[in-house]
Every structure is written in structure tokens, then in C-alpha cells.
């Protein structure tokens, strides 16, 4: 706490009227015995500065200690951050002390966090087709930028609040990713803005200044906007690949097999395909319908790769047979609108899979695709079926008993006639 000046004004004051009359020499020796109590009322003061600034120090190299696994300039940036923090402790009052040591615990936990999501992030994209990224994820311009994490270099930032507003979260720490969806959103708008056919372009001039001014701090940034530890663990989470759909499929597949294999001889082997339709819909309504779209949910291809073939190859049916025009969704990369490319077919697949207007002809043609899975399953499991051998008969409670000599003498004799 810094000395209070009004009590050293009062010091020196008082001192003065006492020496009055005396000589020179007495009023600084009544001065000087002021200054020395001063002088050790500042060492007092200054020697708890230090133990103070070395009680901070300590709890900040916990921090630093604590986030060891994070790039070295990660580090090097938080130990500027902490800095900032330890003046406030040294010299604020109570008040201050106390916001900075919670400060201090928040920055632990939230370096923590960030150091687990980078682990979360690494093994993910590491791990095998079952437990990792979805591939939709990885090879979109979103999941490139959060995989962009686990590169070396600074990326943690305080949260900042507009000026002169106030929001939750400020000083949290997050990293800045961009959001493409709201990039590509304000060059569009700023297109149709600029252009005299649009009706935006109309706007009073104040209202288009504004809108501008919005969608060029959009693109200046480079779609980049604060993203809080907690959302990122979100994304991680919600972009891997859907195993709860992958195991119900499977499961599915194998009950159709036990089903198949458990038709008795003499009874008629019928595949339920109503069932199966009505199981694999109930799947896809909790599903990540891009994770079951582009990753293997059964087999060595996905629904994506084989919907390419379709549209490529008439062997697999064309895609006439998709109840959908998909001519007028051809890109025409190769130059003939007669012929669809496997460029094209590329692209009209992840329109017809990422469009949420063809959501209902997405969801039909899975249920199509993965009903055609299970029926396989269902006939492969026929040469899997019991069948009664030559020297037995079946019962009708499907019990087996061995044929005698005479019934097989008169099977003999049956036949023989019969021919």
C-alpha cells in the first residue's frame, strides 16, 4: 500500500513549528528524525512489495510449469500475459490482488484445457476410420483451420469486448479461427451491394455504408473470429466419425445374417425389408448424416464414393435412377454437358449430401443404400442354413432322426419306379 502523502505533509509540517526559534541545526535534526521514520515506514512497504512480488512469481511458474506441453511461443506468450497480471498483484490494493490471483487460476485452467484439446486434436487426427475425424471434416477448409492448431506459434488471445460494451467472458483466453461460412456470406453480400441490378445497391446511403463497412472488417480478418476452448471441444466432438450410427448398422447386418441362417428347411425365406428401412431411418434421424455419408459405415467405400460411381457408371444403374435432375447441377468441368466427369460427379454428390434442400432425397437414397447392404447379408447367409443329409429324416419339431435300412431300401425302390 503506498504511503498516505497527507500523513507525510503533516510529518515535515510539525516538525517545522517545532524547531521554530532554534538554530539551523536543531530544525534538521527534527527533520531528519522524520525522514527516518519515513525512510522505515518505505522499507517496510517495499520489503512487502517483494514478498509480494515473489508470492505472484511463484503461483505464475506454477502456470508456466503447467502448460509445458504447449509450444514454446505459446509459453513465451503466456509469460508476457502474466506479467501484465503480476503489476496489478505487486501494487494494486486487496481488491486488485484478489482479481489478479483469480486471474491466475483462470489462465491455468483455460492453458490446460487449450494443452488437452491439442492432445484431443492430434489423436483424432491420428486415430483409425472408427475412432477418428470424420473425412468430411478433414478435408474441409474448417477442419483444416482447426488442425492448424497443432502447429507450433502463438494462438491463444484474450477474449476483447467492443469498445465501450461490456460482455461475458472478457480477457478469457480462445484462438481466433475463421468462420468461411460468414466469409464467403459477406463477399456475396458485398457483390450484390456493388451491383446496380440488386436491389441492395438502392439502400439509403447510410444504411449501405454500414452494411459495408460490417462486411469489410469481415474480410479483412479473413473470416476470423474468437473461439472459446469450450467450442472447440464442441467442434472436435461433433465431427467425428459417427460410431453410434456405424455399430447400429452392423448390428443391424448381423441380425439379418442370424435371421437368414435360422430359416428352417422347408420354410420360405422371406427378407424384411420393411423392417430394415424402418430400423436404418430411425439410425439416421440421431445420425451425423455427413460422417455416414463420407466415411465407411460398412465394407471398404462409403455411401459418397459409391454415389459418385453411380452418377458415372450406367453398369450401377446412372443417375436416372436417383429421382433427381442432377443435369442441372452439373458443374461441366470437362466442357460436355452430355457427359458427367467424375470431377462433376464429385461435385453434384457433395451438393446433393451438404444441400440442405435435398435433405429428404439424402436421407431416402441412404435408407436405399444400406437397406441394399443388409438384403446382401440376408442372401450371402443362405449357404449358412441347415439342410437335412441324405441319411436322415426332419421331424415336425425340426429334430432329425437317421433313416432305417428299410426306409432307405424303399426311398431305393421309390425312386427307381419313379424313373
Excluded at 502448460?67 to 509459453?75: F, H, K, R, V, Y
Excluded at 492453458?111 to 483424432?124: K, M, Q
Excluded at 478435408?139 to 460494451?165: I, N
Excluded at 462409403?302 to 454415389?307: N, R, V
Aim: net charge negative.
Amino acid at each position: 500500500m503506498a504511503a498516505d502523502q497527507t500523513l507525510i505533509k503533516g510529518a515535515y509540517g510539525a516538525a517545522m513549528a517545532d524547531s521554530r526559534g532554534s538554530k539551523h541545526l536543531a530544525r534538521a535534526g527534527a527533520i531528519s528524525g522524520v525522514a527516518q521514520g519515513l525512510t522505515g515506514m518505505a522499507v517496510g512497504y517495499l520489503n512487502q512489495k517483494t514478498e509480494d512480488r515473489k508470492y505472484y512469481d511463484g503461483l505464475a511458474q506454477k502456470v508456466l510449469d503447467e502448460a509445458g506441453d504447449l509450444p514454446q511461443a505459446e509459453i513465451s506468450a503466456l509469460y508476457d500475459e502474466l506479467q501484465f497480471g503480476r503489476q496489478d498483484y505487486v501494487w494494486g490494493d486487496k481488491k486488485a490482488k484478489t482479481l489478479s490471483l483469480n486471474n491466475l487460476n483462470k489462465k491455468q485452467e483455460q492453458y490446460e484445457e487449450y494443452s488437452d484439446i491439442r492432445e484431443s486434436l492430434a489423436d483424432a487426427s491420428l486415430a483409425s476410420n472408427a475412432d477418428g475425424f470424420s473425412e468430411y471434416f478433414k478435408q474441409s477448409e474448417k477442419g483444416k483451420a482447426y488442425m492448424s492448431l497443432l502447429e507450433d506459434g502463438s494462438r491463444l488471445v484474450p477474449k476483447k469486448c467492443p469498445e465501450g460494451v461490456e460482455c461475458q467472458g472478457e480477457g478469457d483466453m480462445g484462438v481466433m479461427i475463421p468462420n468461411y461460412e460468414k466469409l464467403r456470406e459477406a463477399n456475396e453480400m458485398l457483390d450484390r451491394m456493388n451491383d446496380p441490378y440488386d436491389e441492395l445497391y438502392n439502400l439509403p446511403d447510410a444504411e449501405w455504408e454500414e452494411m459495408a463497412a460490417e462486411y469489410d472488417a469481415i474480410i479483412e480478418a479473413e473470416g476470423n473470429e474468437w473461439t472459446s476452448i469450450a467450442s472447440i471441444k464442441q467442434e472436435i466432438d461433433s465431427n467425428l466419425v459417427d460410431k453410434t450410427f456405424k455399430d447400429s448398422l452392423n448390428g443391424l447386418l448381423d441380425m439379418n445374417t442370424q435371421m437368414s441362417v435360422n430359416v428352417a428347411e422347408g420354410q420360405k425365406a422371406v427378407f424384411p425389408r420393411k423392417f430394415n428401412e424402418n430400423k436404418i431411418k430411425s439410425f439416421l434421424a440421431k445420425s451425423n448424416k455427413k460422417s455416414v455419408a463420407y466415411d465407411k459405415m460398412f465394407g471398404d467405400t462409403s455411401f459418397h464414393e459409391d454415389l459418385v460411381t453411380k452418377l458415372t457408371d450406367p453398369e450401377f444403374g446412372g443417375w436416372e435412377t436417383l429421382g433427381v435432375d442432377v443435369t442441372l447441377l452439373d458443374p461441366n468441368t470437362d466442357g460436355d454437358p452430355d457427359v458427367i466427369s467424375p470431377e462433376d460427379a464429385d461435385f453434384i454428390a457433395k451438393t446433393l449430401i451438404e444441400d440442405e434442400q435435398y435433405d429428404n432425397f439424402l436421407t431416402e437414397e441412404m435408407v436405399t443404400y444400406f437397406t441394399g447392404f443388409a438384403e446382401q447379408n440376408y442372401g450371402d447367409a443362405e449357404e449358412l442354413r441347415v439342410e437335412t443329409s441324405d441319411d436322415y429324416i426332419l421331424n415336425k419339431g425340426g429334430t432329425r432322426t437317421r433313416r432305417t435300412e428299410e426306409q432307405q431300401l424303399s426311398d431305393m425302390s421309390f425312386n427307381s419306379n419313379a424313373g
